[in-house]
């Protein structure tokens, strides 16, 4: 008879810095950021431009009906120059977009440990532009994600965040001039 398994738990949300906290920080993007109708210009950090959640960022947004510019802000998204890299590339995101996408895949919570870093999550909270975090799966948060002005469930959900409000209503028939029926 095969062992039992144990169903996996949430990744438990790691408690934030005193000074992080004390600051007002995790709020700051939700409270003084909005996110526009309909942005044109999106930069993506993410990993190599191969990735799969870079790859899926920039197809939503070009099936969005709009010509919206993605650019990519490459990023190492594990080990021990991510946080800082991740940070630069945050600030440089900002800088002629309209909104910043941080994206990553699902992986362990140690693999996720950049986006937990009170660096990452002071330079999404300063952005002067809205951040949409999509980092792991669902059972997922990041310091990263508390600091943001959206957090989408996963990464597969950022894109689509990003574009909710570009999406064109679909078209409805012209009504005919009264009399015109025979």
């Known amino acids: 008879m095969p062992p039992a398994t144990v169903p996996a738990q949430p990744t438990p949300r790691p408690r934030p810095p005193e000074e992080l906290a004390a600051s007002g920080q995790l709020g700051q993007q939700r409270a003084t950021t909005h996110l526009p109708l309909a942005p044109l210009r999106v930069g993506i950090v993410v990993g190599g431009a191969g990735t799969v959640g870079y790859q899926d ?71 002067p532009v809205p951040v949409i975090t999509g980092i792991g799966h669902s059972d997922h948060t990041t310091l990263a994600d508390d600091a943001a002005c959206r957090r989408p469930t996963g990464w597969s959900a950022a894109a689509p965040t990003c574009s909710a409000g570009r999406r064109r209503p679909p078209s409805t028939p012209r009504r005919r001039a009264a009399g015109s029926y025979r």
Do not use: D, K
Request: hydrophobic share 55%.
């Open 57 to 127: 960022a920039v197809t939503v947004l070009v099936h969005s009906g709009f010509r919206v510019h993605a650019t990519h802000f490459p990023a190492p998204l594990e080990g021990q120059a991510a946080a800082a890299r991740i940070v630069a590339q945050v600030r440089n995101a900002a800088v002629g977009n309209q909104v910043v996408l941080v994206v990553r895949g699902g992986g362990e919570a140690a693999q996720l440990n950049a986006f937990n870093s009170a660096q990452v999550a002071a330079a999404i909270a300063s952005t």
